[in-house]
Antibody, heavy 121, light 107 residues
Framework: EGQLVESGGGLVQPGGSLRLSCAASEFTFSSYAMSWVRQAPGKGLEWVST????????YYADSVKGRFTISRDNSKNTLYLQMNSLGAEDTAIYYCAKDPYMTPAQYFDCWGQGTLVTVSS | DIQMTQFPSTLSASVGDRVTITCRASQNIYTWLAWYQQKPGKAPTVLIYKASTLQSGVPSRFSGSGSGTEFTLTISSLQPDDFATYYC?????????FGQGTKVEIK
């Protein structure tokens, strides 16, 4: 199924920006849609964004649309999430997750360990 | 967005018990439903997809059923490793949504 390792989380002030990365290995990265899913402390799971295997199609939750940008570099087997205009409501563990197929809108068959983003002054 | 309502939110059970968790969708999602298990401090792992297909490597005591708007996850005989939080997730639409989770606790 593969391995996913997130990085880039940390403490950021309200209104600030952060870029998360997800390094993929042990599978053909370009063949699969990839997503970000987040989990606020003590809360449930929230899908954030998905990018098709080719990078041609992107999808965002309404809560992040216009502020977050998902991208990928298939030559580096890496998924990114650029997060701008961050607010306290964005505080969460951010998981990178793999779809089981190239086309998006599926379940998630592989997850990273997560990276914590804390938005606070 | 499609809303997913999961119940109960907490379930107390003993080792060996048969456990059932229910997930209800706000509209017809056919069988585009997955179930996940999440242990404290860990990422979720998929147990079942397409409502009833067991993910490779998942013990056969886990089973899923349902279609349309009503779905169930059943653990036939609860084991110590199964105490965790379980989530359903619909993938009928690109805007995927999760249930709020069911925490299975030791009775």
């Amino acid at each position: 199924e593969g391995q996913l390792v997130e990085s880039g989380g940390g403490l950021v002030q309200p209104g600030g920006s952060l870029r998360l990365s997800c390094a993929a290995s042990e599978f053909t990265f370009s063949s699969y849609a990839m997503s970000w899913v987040r989990q606020a402390p003590g809360k449930g799971l929230e899908w954030v964004s998905t990018l098709s295997g080719t990078g041609a199609s992107t999808y965002y939750a309404d809560s992040v649309k216009g502020r977050f940008t998902i991208s990928r570099d298939n030559s580096k087997n890496t998924l990114y999430l650029q997060m701008n205009s961050l607010g306290a409501e964005d505080t969460a563990i951010y998981y990178c997750a793999k779809d089981p197929y190239m086309t998006p809108a599926q379940y998630f068959d592989c997850w990273g360990q997560g990276t914590l983003v804390t938005v606070s002054s | 967005d499609i809303q997913m309502t999961q119940f109960p939110s907490t379930l107390s059970a003993s080792v060996g018990d048969r456990v059932t968790i229910t997930c209800r969708a706000s509209q017809n999602i056919y069988t585009w439903l997955a179930w996940y298990q999440q242990k404290p401090g860990k990422a979720p792992t998929v147990l079942i997809y397409k409502a009833s297909t067991l993910q490779s490597g998942v013990p056969s005591r886990f089973s899923g059923s349902g279609s349309g708007t009503e779905f169930t996850l059943t653990i036939s005989s609860l084991q110590p490793d199964d105490f965790a939080t379980y989530y359903c997730q619909q993938y009928h639409s690109y805007s995927r949504t999760f249930g709020q989770g069911t925490k299975v606790e030791i009775k």
